[in-house]
T-cell receptor
Framework: AQTVTQSQPEMSVQEAETVTLSCTYD???????LFWYKQPPSRQMILVIR??????QNATENRFSVNFQKAAKSFSLKISDSQLGDAAMYFC???????????FGTGTRLLVSP | GAVVSQHPSRVICKSGTSVKIECRSL??????MFWYRQFPKQSLMLMAT?????????EQGVEKDKFLINHASLTLSTLTVTSAHPEDSSFYIC????????????FGPGTRLTVL
């Protein structure tokens, strides 16, 4: 069974600084998708970024980028120029290309200070 | 685009009653919908997957007779918690995906259920 591990329960960053959230996963499959979702205090899950495993290029969405290391099964999220609105729980998630089920990590709480 | 709504956002009910939660995809056709449960300070736990027009597939340990799921149309899925008990109190979240949605799940805002 696939598993997703987020080893950082909580991270802190100051406004305008950069922070990296870690995520590792375990799978025997070669075709899959990886996601980062943000859950602010409102608890609405918001898609931050998506990566297809067959793509070597790392995904980027404005201030958010990933470092996808397929051989190492690592999928970290980098947030540049952090803003107060980035404070939230961040969940890393895995999805097999064969099945639609998402497997979530335990989440990392990101604190942003002025 | 890709907006998913849930109704109600909060519900309080008495023990023994049934509660229905609706999940709607507002601007796309959701061929598949998912229901999750989230306990405080924990991750999302998938309860079941439903495809339009067919029976839901429940995850191991989820009582299908207690959590009834109906996916009658491409824009609506409902979760009914039958004979609710205080231990059913939780935050329930739905998500939806479409064949053309690049396999991404879009989430509703969630429903907080409190059973007294």
């Amino acid at each position: 069974a696939q598993t997703v591990t987020q080893s950082q329960p909580e991270m802190s960053v100051q406004e305008a600084e950069t922070v990296t959230l870690s995520c590792t996963y375990d799978t025997s499959e070669s075709d899959y998708y990886l996601f980062w979702y943000k859950q602010p205090p409102s608890r609405q899950m918001i898609l931050v970024i998506r990566q297809e495993a067959y793509k070597q290029q790392n995904a980027t969405e404005n201030r958010f980028s990933v470092n996808f290391q397929k051989a190492a099964k690592s999928f970290s999220l980098k947030i540049s120029d952090s803003q107060l609105g980035d404070a939230a729980m961040y969940f890393c998630a895995y999805r097999s290309a064969r099945f639609q089920k998402l497997v979530f990590g335990t989440g990392t709480r990101l604190l942003v200070s002025p | 685009g890709a907006v998913v709504s849930q109704h109600p956002s909060r519900v309080i009910c008495k023990s023994g009653t049934s509660v229905k939660i609706e999940c709607r995809s507002l601007d796309f056709q959701a061929t598949t919908m998912f229901w999750y449960r989230q306990f405080p300070k924990q991750s999302l736990m998938l309860m079941a997957t439903s495809n339009e027009g067919s029976k839901a597939t429940y995850e191991q340990g989820v009582e299908k007779d207690k959590f009834l799921i109906n996916h009658a149309s491409l824009t609506l899925s409902t979760l009914t918690v039958t004979s609710a008990h205080p231990e059913d109190s939780s935050f329930y979240i739905c998500s939806a995906s479409s064949r053309s949605g690049r396999d991404t799940q879009y989430f509703g805002p969630g429903t907080r259920l409190t059973v007294l």
